[in-house]
C-alpha cells in the first residue's frame, strides 16, 4: 500500500496533462482539454482530461482513469511500475515499503531471460556452432559494428544447448514458458522455441530485450517465427527498431516490411526506421508512430503483398494524424536490395521525392485497367472517386479533384457532385456504424458491472452515492452510518463503494488516484464513467437520501415459476410497499 500523501505528491509532480501531450495532441475547452483518445481509432475528439482531478475519460471507448491508469494502459505496466514510471519521470523517491507485486515479479524475470538469451544467441556466433549464422549476416553485408548494435544472434540446431545454458544461469522450466524462449514437449521436458534460426532481439523503448523475431536458415518451418504475446511484449504495440528511432534528429519515420530492411536502412545511415513485427500495421502501432514523428515514408517490398500491406497502413497512419508518402522502387524488390544496387545517397533522393498517399491510390487505381477504353476508363474514374471521398480537407481533395478531371478529360463539378454524393453515404453508415459501436462500447461497460442489466434502477442508485462521496468526501462518515457496503446490490459498486468509504476516512487527500492499486485499468474506466457522468448533477442530501431508501428497500424480485403461496407473498409484499 502507498500513502496517499505519497500519491498526492505524485499526481503534484505530474500533472496528467504533461504526461499524455507526449502521446496526443491536447486542445484546452475551458478548464479541461480534449484530444483524439490514445486507445482506439477516431477523427473526432472523444477523450476529456480534467486537470483539476488529474483524471481523462474517453466517450467513445470507455477507457478512463488517473495520470497511474493511463501509464499503465499506455505503457503496457502493471500498478507499481507505472508508479515507479512517474516517479522517476519526476525525481521523486518511491517509499521504502513500497512493495512490488507478483506480476511485477514475473515481468522482471522474463526481461532478465530475454536479456540472458539474446547474450547467448549474440555470443553463439563467436563459436564453431555458430558459422551458420555468421554466414547468413555475412552473406547479407551486415558489417560487424550492425550486428553489434542490433545485438544479432543464432539459436543452435539442437534442442539441449540452449536449454542448459538457461537453467545453469538459474531459470525455471516454468519461466522459460512464460518467456516464450521454450515449450513444453509431451514426454513433460522443455525445448527451445528457436531452433536453427538467425535472431532479432527486439528492444522496447526503454531498452528493455522484450521478445525475439528468428529467421529459417535451413529445412522446413515459417520464414520468420516471432516470440508469441507474453506479460512483457505484445506484438500490437510494439516496433522493431523504435529504440533507435526515437532519438533521429528528424519528423519522419521510414517504415520497412522487415528485420532485415530496417537494419540495411539503418546500416545505411537512416536510423529513423521501424518496421511491425510479423504482423499488418496495428492502430497502436500507428499511434506510437505519431508520438515521434510527423511524416511516415512506407518502404514495403514493391510485389503485390506489399502493395496490399501499403494500402493498409495508408488509413492507419491517417487516422494518427500522420502524413503519409510512399516510396517507389524501381528495378528492387525491396529496400535492402536498392540500397545494394544503389547506394544510400540515391535511397535518400528516392525518400525526398517519395509520392503523397492519394497519388498512390489514385494510380493504384489504375491496375488492370485500358484505359483508352470507355469502359475502362468508367472503372478508373468510379474507384477514384472513392480515393478522393477518402481525402478530410476540403482544398486538398478539390486539387486532386482537379487533377483527376484533367487527367480524365472529364469536368470537375460532375466529379465533385460524385464525390459529394459518396461522402454523404458514408456519413449516414457511418451514424449507424456509430450507433452500433456505442453499443457495444456500453456492452464492455457493462462487463465491469453485469449485475447493472439485471438491477438498472438499484445501480442508478448506488452510482449516484458514490458520486456523492466524491463530490462531498466529508460527508462518508454520515453515508456509511446509514448504508453500510452489504446493502449495494450489484457486486462492483459494493466492492467499490467498499473501497472509497475504507480511504476516504482514513485520508484527508482522497483522489480517484487512491483507487488504482485495488482496481483494474477496466474498472477505472468505469470508476471515471460514474464521475463524469454525474458532474454535471447536483446531488443534494435529499437525493442521496432518496438513494439510499432504494437499497434499504431493496426486495430481491423471484424469477422462474412461482407456487400458488409464493404468488400471494409476493402480492402481498408488493402491495405494502
Not at 79 to 101: C, W
Not at 205 to 228: C, E, Q, W
Amino acid at each position: 500500500m502507498l500513502s496517499d500523501d505519497f500519491l498526492y505528491q505524485l499526481r503534484q509532480s505530474n500533472p496528467i496533462e504533461n504526461i499524455m501531450s507526449p502521446y496526443t495532441t491536447l486542445t484546452r475547452r475551458g478548464h479541461n482539454y480534449v484530444c483524439l483518445c490514445p486507445f482506439h481509432s477516431e477523427k473526432t475528439p472523444s477523450c476529456t482530461v480534467y486537470p483539476e482531478t488529474s483524471s481523462f475519460y474517453c466517450f467513445g471507448c470507455g477507457a478512463g482513469g488517473d495520470v497511474i491508469t493511463f501509464v499503465r494502459m499506455m505503457e503496457n505496466l502493471d500498478y507499481m511500475e507505472a508508479v515507479k514510471f512517474l516517479a522517476d519521470k519526476s525525481g521523486i523517491s518511491l517509499p521504502e515499503d513500497g512493495v512490488n507485486s507478483e506480476s511485477a515479479h514475473i515481468k522482471a524475470r522474463v526481461l532478465e531471460a530475454n536479456r540472458t538469451a539474446a547474450r547467448f544467441f549474440h555470443s553463439v556466433l563467436k563459436h564453431e556452432i555458430g558459422e551458420k549464422g555468421r554466414r547468413y549476416f555475412a552473406g547479407r553485408e551486415l558489417k560487424p559494428e550492425t550486428v553489434i548494435k542490433y545485438g544479432l544472434g543464432y539459436a543452435p540446431n539442437d534442442f539441449n544447448t540452449f536449454v542448459r545454458y538457461m537453467k545453469k544461469e538459474g531459470f525455471t522450466e516454468d519461466e522459460l514458458i512464460t518467456a516464450y524462449l521454450c515449450k513444453r514437449s509431451q514426454r513433460g521436458g522443455i525445448y527451445p522455441v528457436f531452433i536453427d534460426r538467425a535472431m532479432f532481439p527486439i528492444i522496447d523503448l526503454r531498452g528493455n530485450v522484450i521478445a525475439f523475431g528468428g529467421r529459417i536458415l535451413d529445412g522446413d518451418g515459417p520464414k520468420y517465427l516471432n516470440s508469441g504475446d507474453t506479460p512483457v511484449f505484445k506484438k500490437s504495440r510494439n516496433l522493431f527498431s523504435m529504440n533507435f528511432a526515437k532519438n533521429a534528429k528528424t519528423d519522419r519515420i521510414i517504415l520497412a516490411e522487415g528485420y532485415m530492411d530496417v537494419i540495411a536502412i539503418n546500416q545505411a545511415g537512416f536510423e529513423n526506421v521501424v518496421a511491425t513485427l510479423g504482423t499488418a500495421l496495428t492502430p497502436e502501432q500507428a499511434r506510437l508512430i505519431s508520438r515521434y514523428a510527423k511524416e511516415v515514408v512506407i518502404a514495403y517490398d514493391s510485389d503485390e503483398a506489399g502493395q496490399k500491406a501499403t494500402h493498409k497502413a495508408i488509413n492507419l497512419l491517417s487516422e494518427a494524424g500522420l502524413v503519409t508518402k510512399i516510396i517507389k522502387m524501381e528495378g528492387a524488390k525491396d529496400p535492402d536490395e536498392y540500397i545494394k544496387k544503389n547506394g544510400s545517397t540515391r535511397f535518400k533522393l528516392l525518400l525526398d521525392n517519395s509520392g503523397g498517399a492519394i497519388a498512390f491510390e489514385l494510380e493504384k487505381a489504375k491496375n488492370g485497367l485500358d484505359l483508352t477504353t470507355e469502359t475502362d476508363r468508367v472503372i478508373y474514374l468510379r474507384r477514384a472517386i472513392n480515393v478522393l471521398a477518402d481525402i478530410s480537407s476540403d482544398i486538398e481533395r478539390d486539387v486532386y479533384i482537379s487533377r483527376v478531371a484533367d487527367d480524365q478529360k472529364v469536368s470537375a463539378d460532375t466529379i465533385r457532385t460524385q464525390v459529394k454524393g459518396v461522402i454523404r453515404g458514408r456519413a449516414k453508415a457511418g451514424r449507424e456504424l456509430e450507433w452500433t459501436r456505442d453499443t457495444s462500447v456500453a456492452f464492455r461497460r457493462n462487463a465491469v458491472n453485469p449485475d447493472a442489466i439485471k438491477y438498472p434502477k438499484e445501480s442508478k442508485a448506488e452510482c449516484g452515492i458514490i458520486a456523492y462521496l466524491f463530490q462531498n468526501p466529508e460527508k462518508s462518515e454520515k453515508i456509511t452510518q446509514k448504508l453500510s457496503p452489504e446493502k449495494f446490490i450489484t457486486a462492483f459498486n459494493k466492492k467499490l463503494y467498499d473501497a472509497i468509504a475504507r480511504k476516504i476516512n482514513s485520508s484527508p487527500n482522497f483522489s480517484i488516484s487512491s483507487l488504482s492499486d485495488e482496481f483494474s485499468v477496466e474498472e477505472m474506466g468505469k470508476i471515471s464513467e460514474i464521475i463524469v457522468k454525474y458532474s454535471d448533477i447536483k446531488i443534494t442530501d435529499e437525493i442521496v437520501d432518496d438513494y439510499i431508501n432504494v437499497l434499504l428497500n431493496f426486495t430481491e424480485r423471484p424469477t422462474g415459476n412461482l407456487s400458488d403461496d409464493d404468488f400471494l407473498k409476493l402480492a402481498e409484499a408488493l402491495k405494502n410497499k
